[in-house]
T-cell receptor, first 110, second 112 residues
Framework: GENVEQHPSTLSVQEGDSAVIKCTYS??????FPWYKQELGKGPQLIID?????GEKKDQRIAVTLNKTAKHFSLHITETQPEDSAVYFC?????????FGSGTKLNVKP | DAGITQSPRHKVTETGTPVTLRCHQT?????MYWYRQDPGHGLRLIHY???????DKGEVSDGYSVSRSKTEDFLLTLESATSSQTSVYFC???????????FGPGTRLTVL
């Protein structure tokens, strides 16, 4: 099956700085890559996604990049705010199934 | 928020007892999923369904069974609970295979 690795496991930034979270995947057949944000005590919520025929996608302060050759994709958050503090998960879709990274706990210090 | 609920939200049970968790959706989505979330492991797929009575295994299906007799309900059963099944269980739904998944609020299960 697919194997998704996510780094770093924890990330602390100052408010207003940028945050970058990176994921790698193992199976070149994976074709859809969502990112989820999970707040304490809640279920994950999609924040942005990218498909394998696209290299970059932006939505306001959030962007995702995909390098299919290297099999890695990254989440970029600019101008971070305290409400961005949460756990972020990347995932890869492969043959009907989603495989998740182990998560990154982002702490944005005011 | 997508119309997805899970019951119970919390459960404490003893080793060897059967447990059933319920996921209910009001979105009429075709796909439903059960995940478990453990520290350091992210979310791992247990089973999923791609239609009524159509289910398949995920990464960590041993010790779990599922059933889907109606579009809106997806049940996860632990036939004989073990302490290694202590976890937070999330249900998710999606309209199609490569679409956004909407997650339920989770069920915290403790097996003593």
């Amino acid at each position: 099956g697919e194997n998704v690795e996510q780094h770093p496991s924890t990330l602390s930034v100052q408010e207003g700085d940028s945050a970058v979270i990176k994921c790698t995947y193992s199976d070149s057949a994976s074709n859809y890559f969502p990112w989820y944000k999970q707040e304490l005590g809640k279920g994950p919520q999609l924040i942005i996604d990218i498909r394998s025929n696209v290299g970059e996608k932006k939505d306001q302060r959030i962007a995702v990049t995909l390098n299919k050759t290297a099999k890695h994709f990254s989440l970029h958050i600019t101008e971070t705010q305290p409400e961005d503090s949460a756990v972020y998960f990347c995932a890869a879709h492969n043959f009907n199934k989603f495989y998740f990274g182990s998560g990154t706990k982002l702490n944005v210090k005011p | 928020d997508a119309g997805i609920t899970q019951s119970p939200r919390h459960k404490v049970t003893e080793t060897g007892t059967p447990v059933t968790l319920r996921c209910h959706q009001t979105e009429n989505h075709r796909y439903m999923y059960w995940y478990r979330q453990d520290p350091g492991h992210g979310l791992r797929l247990i089973h999923y369904s791609y239609g009524v009575k159509d289910t398949d295994k995920g990464e960590v299906s041993d010790g779990y069974s599922v059933s889907r007799s109606k579009t809106e309900d997806f049940l996860l059963t632990l036939e004989s609970a073990t302490s290694s099944q202590t976890s937070v269980y999330f249900c998710a739904i999606s309209e199609s295979e490569e679409n956004e998944q909407f997650f339920g609020p989770g069920t915290r299960l403790t097996v003593l």
